[in-house]
T-cell receptor
């Protein structure tokens, strides 16, 4: 149990286009999900906290108009990278909070975004 | 701000040897967790140690926590080539659901 999926697993897009990444909790409901970004050979950096039915909370330095987060249901959060640029190329990982399991976060497998 | 700081940043050992990675953090925590990440993949949760625990074991893993020094160590005994990965510590702040990750240790186990 407690499986989190992400789609797509990798995506290549042209500069200026928008890319949507989905994060789903497959066998549990998650009112809270988190989005992280990981650049090569670096650690995970929290981008934003996604709350079902309300606006996401963004970390300092993360542009909310560029990284649109929608948590429309208890099992799905989406991250849209708008007007992507090469510097947005990164590994994006989501996690879902399982409240009944000590508030542990379960991580998705990540999405590799490459912007040409 | 980033809390956990792992050392060493990179570690290369022979198969069968033990690997020790250390993590330090800056503020009070409820618990500390260790994760493994294979190259280009997601995170695998290894072990959680609560702030009132000093040591915890899980298979070949041994984690210690010293809250007075704000540090933790992860020991992998009898390492295998399959243990090659990056290892991260992560902490929840008191009253927070947000995880803060350390910079990680890249472990290479040579067959």
């Amino acid at each position: 149990g407690a499986v989190v999926s992400q789609h797509p697993s990798w995506v290549i897009c042209k500069s200026g286009t928008s890319v949507k990444i989905e994060c789903r909790s497959l066998d549990f409901q998650a009112t809270t999900m988190f989005w992280y970004r990981q650049f090569p050979k670096q650690s995970l950096m929290l981008m934003a906290t996604s709350n079902e039915g309300s606006k996401a909370t963004y970390e300092q330095g993360v542009e909310k108009d560029k990284f649109l987060i929608n948590h429309a249901s208890l099992t799905l959060s989406t991250l849209t990278v708008t007007s992507a640029h090469p510097e947005d190329s990164s590994f994006y990982i989501c996690s879902a909070l399982l409240a009944t399991y000590g508030n542990e976060q379960f991580f998705g497998p990540g999405t590799r975004l490459t912007v040409l | 701000s980033q809390q956990g700081e792992e050392d060493p940043q990179a570690l290369s050992i022979q198969e069968g040897e033990n690997a020790t990675m250390n993590c330090s953090y800056k503020t009070s925590i409820n618990n500390l967790q260790w994760y493994r990440q294979n190259s280009g993949r997601g995170l695998v949760h290894l072990i959680l140690i609560r702030s009132n625990e000093r040591e915890k074991h899980s298979g070949r893993l041994r984690v210690t926590l010293d809250t007075s020094k704000k540090s933790s160590s992860l020991l992998i005994t009898a390492s295998r080539a399959a243990d090659t990965a990056s290892y991260f510590c992560a902490t929840y702040g008191a009253g927070s659901y947000q995880l803060t990750f350390g910079k990680g240790t890249k472990l290479s186990v040579i067959p």
